[in-house]
């Protein structure tokens, strides 16, 4: 049984199918404890998201912070006492200790009495079973789900490495006996909160919620800033910063740019102001990660990447390594999610790179290059020079991944079959001895007695006017895949154009099987 989610509070933006699963795990009423495991990268607004969980929903939240082992835990200890209204503070011997209360607090009333109330070591504070009243944020309705959230976890499994091994034993022993305990673990550091189920990890197969809070979408920033009704300074914008919440508000307070016309004025007073707090997010954001120690050889690997290197050995001969010498780095990169490895889908075993977070990405192509300069203040002159830099490194290939977007949600029309797999990849043409790069595909691969079939195949422009030779070129690649044994007989060729399009490109898209388009289209309501 399953209550109904409440409805999602006013002042959460977006976030509709993240509010529904955490509303959905947190109102299960099955007798035993259930965990969930909450990450991604600071700034994505998930202490927002789940503070106003508790809010709607009550339980108890507990946000760590960096400290040692022995401050934390009087600092659990002191929201612990103030969440039951005991009038002094607690006194836990260790942290096994401040676990199994915790837990004891979702015994049903039945068994309360055996689990809720004074710390085992030095018993002070109020003993939670002798009150009257359950804690606030505790139902008082028998076998009501209580809802725990430790945030920042990171920060304690650092100092208390035991701590996931007593989450596991309190989670495995509230399988048998009675349990209410909804507990949602949450953090920032991609790596640490990702190894919490990988593997022999302690809490490996215990979670029924594994929730990755990500950017907004294209369309759903443009929303968040106010600047969907301008499309070509929405996908500039989005080609910068990205679709991270904190930047408007806590970063720019509110500072947004009120036209494309003030979009140059707007990136020399933010981004590359060296006053302002989005300067340095780049290098904050690389040097956050745990598993990140040599910085310097992974903004390497990044600007490389950033300068069109995407291939292992690319990297590699970028930055002077072998390429078995990057392969740590770029798995901690992927596990960090800041790079991306994206399968080529029409060569096996190929692959390309790709930096997630578009911020970082603009600092390794624009800003890393010019540093000191804009330290100096120079910010108009280092961004009048980067134009073709910019096109080219940042918006360029962030234009493709949002048309990749586009395909998975309302392009989907654009189809004839059901949806395949959405990527990219390159098609040889040994006649002209010359490789196709497609920029959007949509591959399903075959099952059974049936071929591979290619439902789309599309070539994204930033700054340039699309014409008839892109057309050209999408179709030779289909009749190149079909002389590999793929069906292409449902193929759409589209034309992904931020420019434009020409009239004879128009005049041969009117019916048939090629569509075009563009920014209008990307933003439509």
């Not at 036209?259 to 140059?264: H, K, R």
């Not at 399968?343 to 930096?355: H, V």
């Not at 309302?410 to 010359?434: F, N, Q, W």
């Amino acid at each position: 049984m399953q209550q109904g989610p409440p409805g999602k509070p006013s002042h959460v933006f977006d976030r509709a199918a993240e509010w529904n699963a955490l509303t959905a795990f947190a109102g299960r009423t099955l007798p035993h404890a259930m965990l969930g495991i909450v990450s991604g990268r600071r700034r994505m607004g998930k202490t927002y998201l789940l503070r106003a969980l508790v809010e709607e929903r009550g339980g108890f939240y507990f946000g760590a912070t960096a400290g040692t082992a022995a401050e934390s835990l009087r600092q659990l200890s002191a929201a612990l006492a103030d969440f039951v209204g005991s009038p002094v503070p607690f006194s836990f011997a260790d942290w096994d200790d401040a676990v199994s209360y915790l837990f004891g607090l979702a015994v049903p009333e039945a068994a309360a009495s055996a689990h809720r109330g004074v710390p085992a070591a030095g018993r002070q504070g109020a003993d939670a079973s002798s009150r009257s009243d359950a804690p606030s944020g505790v139902s008082s309705v028998p076998g009501s789900p209580f809802l725990v959230v430790i945030d920042e976890f990171p920060y304690l499994a650092k100092v208390v490495p035991e701590l996931p091994s007593l989450i596991q034993r309190e989670i495995d022993r509230f399988q048998v006996e009675r349990s209410t305990m909804r507990l949602l673990l949450c953090g920032s550091a991609m790596s640490v909160m990702g190894g919490l189920l990988a593997s022999t990890a302690p809490l490996r197969g215990r979670a029924q919620l594994e929730l990755v809070v990500r950017p907004f979408g294209y369309r759903a920033a443009a929303d968040f800033w106010g600047v969907a009704a301008e499309p070509a300074l929405a996908a500039r914008l989005h080609a910068v910063l990205g679709g991270t919440p904190a930047y408007r508000r806590q970063f720019l307070a509110d500072d947004v740019p009120v036209s494309l016309g003030d979009f140059d004025d707007w990136i020399c007073r933010t981004v590359l102001s060296p006053f302002s707090p989005l300067f340095r997010e780049a290098r904050y954001l690389l040097a956050e990660e745990a598993d990140i120690r040599d910085t310097a050889l992974y903004h390497s690997v990044l600007a490389a990447v950033a300068q069109g290197n995407t291939t292992r050995g690319g990297i590699a001969g970028y930055i002077g390594r072998k390429s078995v010498d990057i392969s740590h780095p770029l798995n901690v990169l992927e596990d960090s999610h800041l790079l991306a490895r994206e399968a080529d889908l029409f060569r096996a075993g190929k692959s390309q790179y790709r930096i997630v977070e578009p911020l970082i990405n603009f600092y390794e192509a624009v800003m890393r290059p010019s540093w000191t300069r804009l330290e100096s203040g120079q910010a108009a002159e280092v961004w009048a020079g980067s134009a073709e830099r910019f096109a080219a490194q940042v918006a360029g290939p962030h234009f493709e991944t949002m048309c990749r977007e586009y395909v998975l949600g309302p392009g989907r029309s654009l189809l004839r079959t059901s949806l395949g797999e959405v990527g990219g990849g390159v098609v040889s043409d040994p006649k002209a001895r010359r490789q196709i790069q497609v920029d959007v595909a949509v591959v399903e691969q075959g099952t059974g007695g049936s071929r591979p079939a290619v439902a789309l195949l599309g070539e994204a422009k930033w700054g340039t006017v699309m014409g008839i030779p892109h057309l050209e070129r999408l179709r030779r690649a289909r009749d190149l895949l079909v002389g590999r044994g793929m069906d292409a007989e449902h193929c759409r060729l589209v034309c992904f154009g931020a420019v434009g399009f020409s009239d004879a490109l128009r005049a041969e898209a009117e019916g048939g099987d090629v569509s075009l388009v563009g920014l209008e289209e990307l933003y439509e309501a």
